[in-house]
């Protein structure tokens, strides 16, 4: 295997690893503040369905974002009103969520377009382009020499080909997830707000009679999870690919839930799992390389099962203990 | 003392959330410029109107049991089962094996040893979880979750790669045998002379769901290992106090649950398609999760909530048929019973106890 | 004499549907002092304390502080009106360090550095001043019960309170802590600091207090100057009829050893050592009474003879090994050897809550041959019918074996394990706080129902926090400190000093061991 396809698998790799970092971080607020949230794949799709659906519809694909966002926080105060307010089980409400919204995009999707429960294409403004980075070998640059891209990098220096071909030339939602990384490290351990968000998912007590409002700080948690789930469905559906089809978020929003537990509910960790996971999501693409590498072809259905049979693994402990925040999944009842 | 009587907790929170959700549907069918009203009496006439009807209502309503009854096994032992998807689909590829590759001379032998294979396969499937959730402590959830995405995969596989018939197009086992088909209802009632449709998929199997129900409920309420197990889901140190094993209950439970899971397959693999297809299970298995929700985890209940929840997919396929509105809604009705009696109960809830403690000073008063 | 008081509650009620926690209560507190509020379990103390930290609203009543008619809607009105809480469970984030803990809720600004390095200042002042060490760094984790509660004072400090409100403080602490704890206390008043002790442990009250309020059934029966009363008064006023301490019981007549415990150890899951070469024996007809601290083995003795924990060590039960490594030994395997257990949590361990009565009356002997129908089914009308008869002999009320659990009194439900326990017959008795949360009436009940059980020649393990029931029920005391049994005493030659000093890891000499 030659560099430049290793540079390719991994430029992939970023790719599929983007909407997994958006609802791993997600989940993270959520359940660093005490809510378990198996809903980060119904808020992905919705904001995957929304955001399609209006981006096509406006010819903007940021008032498209803004929409999908929009629709992913809604179901958030769904889940906070289920699992905060009246205190019900939050993880009947998070599979009921993504059920609703799996019928709802498809009703939804159907009357809007009538095109069996999909958008029609997205194009030009309505997506997401990949953006070059200054000094990066772009699309501009093969028009302007009249070749083709992927030969203009193939004759850089192995410098020039990393930060061409795997650092620039993504949309902006990957540079935005890789900023909120130490954006969230940093909310979490450096500010008031993260103190009492931990707080909140490690002893709502403590919080409560420090006179903090336990309920407030919850859904402030759970509002974050919204707007990071609809980021990662609008990738989904305006960066990653040009349009919504039904069930476009096959699973992601559960291998993402594994990848939080996997990082110990802490943000570089989720980076770097995130980045692991979605590299099994590369290779999938990309059997032939395995078969170079380890020198035998593998089932495409291994592969696809592979982060889930891995997650099972890690989930088993067999791979580091992970301690989830302590009230997670408890809906705080003041103590008499 | 308690707030409201039992039979307001039974009866009353159910109907009000389906209501809530029959409310919300409406309003959607409204939304999408359609007549909730007109739709509800071609759901009625489409699925119970005809005995063709009733027979596909009582066909999805036993699948509906059967994975109704596994998640509410797991309930009482305060286990949440969300991979009954996979354990039905790992039962139908049991019953696929053992109607292929076994020569039945007759359906009553068949059925059998099919029965056997698919809560085999099923309680294998649900086995894993149970004992990563005892011995490794991860959550049974997520791991169910992940093994209904593995089952898939391994369904896949097979049905491509290793059962499919040489020259067939889809992914999809070759045809049973004759020996295996199991007799419908039409051949059942036909035999004390009631006439009944002869294309409706409902079979014989119907007769086990319902033994199932039964046979579920003596094991809960009149079995010591049901008492364990409801202890234990009420209260694991108590469970651990009088030396109840929480391996035990945990395993047992769940090999239970994903044995009734996989059971399912003898009507929709055996009954109904007569050879394996990939996606034979269609969320019965999610839907089993509304089923006992609605049914507060009572067989009864369940055989009740299974046959409402027949009722609608049928109505569902009918109106999709009919009119422009596509089967996804009866999902959207599965999700909001599902959101009103699981999640939401305390909204429900906390308003009918102001009612009964406001009855109740009043009487006394 | 009387200045402006510091906190003075005018009529406060509230009722939880038909219970009346609170009723018309009044008092009137000076600043600089400390006053006690005593009572017995569920008297309504810790709901006239919440309604003053602002969990509940009171249905009438009106709160003034320095005077100043004030309203406590919630816990952030609280402390700006300078009422810090130190609950009996602490609220403290246990993977934060103490500074994280101090400033949670009241950091200055939005970034978190500056509020650390104030407040690690401001600690050290306090420290000083209060004697109140603690270090600023620690995982609370990995602090003593005692230090956690300095943090909680700290907590209360830090945010300037100038009312300081303890519930129950000493009950997890070891004689010595507390005392440590009541020095601080008598500095804070030297300050100026007005302190509420919420407690029903009369010694306490006498020792430290300069007025006492007593509270019986949600009502205040009493403010006096704690200098002007005696223990005997206050008790008279907290259960309304003189009590009987002392059990009658004739002399014990202990036979033939039946339990022998050898070199028993236990180390939990996070590795630490609970029960550290505990040797006892407990013979026929006779009462073995475990004093100490909460926490220091006593749950852990008792688990693991009941079958519910392992360890290593060595135990008979009339001369026959008991499996201590968990694999072939459980709860229910004890129960067939004649082990009867009242755990000391009946509400989480003991019942189950949403279980019928006859239910409850069956776990744990659910397998027992008279309750099955045939091979397959339990038999639940000779189940309901035995929990009838129970309920008559041990005068459970109201006496339904359709009732849940959950709806019976303490007392009722302490009733129903004890009865499901001692009907049993068993060889050996283990018996868990039997009398916690359990009105007087039931007390004395229970008690007799013990000692009778006793006087059958059985042979009966009693442990409980409550030094007062170790006295007047045992045939004989071991104390236990950190795992260890410090040391054996005769109830008839010993006091409640001397057991002081073994609960709190001071070596006696020797003992009867």
Partial sequence: MDFLTLLQVLDTTIRFATPLLLACLAGLYSERAGIFDIGLEGKMLAAAFFSAAVAYTSGNVWIGLLAGVAVSVLLSILHGLASITFRGNQLISGLAITMLVGGMTVLVAQDWFKQGGRTPQLEGAARFEPITLPFAIGPADAEAKGEQLSKLIAEASPLQQIYSELISGHPILVYLALALVPLTWWVLFRTRFGLRLRAVGENPASVDTAGVSVVSLRYSAVLICGVLCGLAGAYLATAMQAGFVKDMTTGRGYIALAALIFAKWRPWYALWTTLLFGLFQALELRTDVIENVIGMAVQSQLLGALPYILTVVILAGFVGKAIPPRAGGQPYVKER | ?365 | MTSTPALELKGISKAFGPVQANKDISISVQPGTIHGIIGENGAGKSTLMSILYGFYKADAGEIFIKGQKTAIPDSQAAISAGIGMVFQHFKLVENFTVLENIILGAEDGGLLRPSLAKARKELKHLAEEYELNVDPDALIENLSVGHQQRVEILKALYRQAEILILDEPTGVLTPAEADQLFRILDRLREEGKTIILITHKLREIMDTTDTVSVMRRGEMTATVKTAETSPEQLAELMVGRKVLLQVEKAPAQPGATILEVKNLSVTDDKGVQRLKDVSLNIRAGEILGIAGVAGNGQSELMEILGGMISGTGAVTLNGEPLDLTGRFSDGRSRRARGVAHVPEDRQSEGLIMDFHAWENVAFGYHHDEKYQKNALFMDNNALREDTQRKMDKFDVRPPLPWLAAKNFSGGNQQKIVVAREIERNPDLLLVGQPTRGVDIGAIEFIHKQIIELRDQGKAILLVSVELDEIMSLSDRIAVMFDGKIMGERMPEDTNAQELGLLMAGVAGNGGAA
């Fill in chain 2, 1 to 365: 003392m308690d707030k409201m009587p039992k039979w307001a907790d039974v009866v009353l929170i159910p109907l009000i959330s389906l209501i809530l959700a029959a409310v919300i549907s409406s309003l959607v069918i409204l939304a999408i410029g359609e007549d909730p009203i007109a739709a509800v009496k071609l759901m009625v006439s489409g699925a119970l109107g005809s005995s063709n009807g009733w027979g596909y209502t009582l066909y999805y309503a036993t699948n509906f049991m059967f994975t109704g009854l596994a998640v509410a096994v797991a309930f009482h032992a305060s286990l949440f089962n969300i991979g009954g998807e996979g354990q039905a689909m790992l039962g139908g590829l049991g019953v696929a094996l053992v109607c292929l590759f076994i020569p039945w001379p007759h359906w009553s032998l068949a059925i059998v040893g099919a029965a056997g294979a698919a809560a085999l396969f099923g309680a294998a499937w649900a086995m894993i979880p149970a004992y990563l959730q005892v011995r490794r402590g991860s959550h049974v959830v997520i791991t169910t979750i992940m093994f209904n995405f593995i089952a898939f995969s391994l369904l896949n596989y097979l049905l491509v790669n290793q059962l499919r018939p040489p020259r067939a197009m889809d992914p999809a086992s070759a045809k049973f045998p004759e020996a295996t088909h199991l007799p419908s209802l039409h051949d059942i009632l036909g035999t004390v002379g009631i006439e009944f449709s002869k294309h409706a998929p409902a079979n014989v199997s119907l007769l086990i769901a319902v033994a199932a129900c039964f046979a579920v409920w003596a094991l809960i309420w009149r079995t010591r290992f049901g008492f364990e197990l409801r202890a234990f889901g009420k209260s694991e140190s108590a469970a651990r106090y009088a030396g109840i094993s929480p391996f035990k209950i945990t395993m047992v439970a769940m090999l239970i649950s994903g044995g009734l899971a996989g059971m399912m397959a003898i009507n929709n693999v055996m009954g109904e398609s007569e050879r394996l297809v990939l996606n034979a299970v269609e969320g019965a298995g999610f839907i089993g999760i509304a089923v006992s929700l609605m049914g507060r985890n009572h067989p009864f209940g369940v055989f009740l909530a299974a046959i409402l929840f027949g009722f609608l997919y049928q109505g569902g396929a009918e109106l999709a048929l009919w009119t422009d509105i596509p089967r996804e809604l009866i999902i959207v009705i599965q999700a909001l019973v599902i959101m009103f009696t699981g999640a939401l109960d305390n909204m429900v809830r906390m308003p009918l106890e102001r009612i009964f403690l406001a009855l109740n000073t009043k009487k006394e008063g």
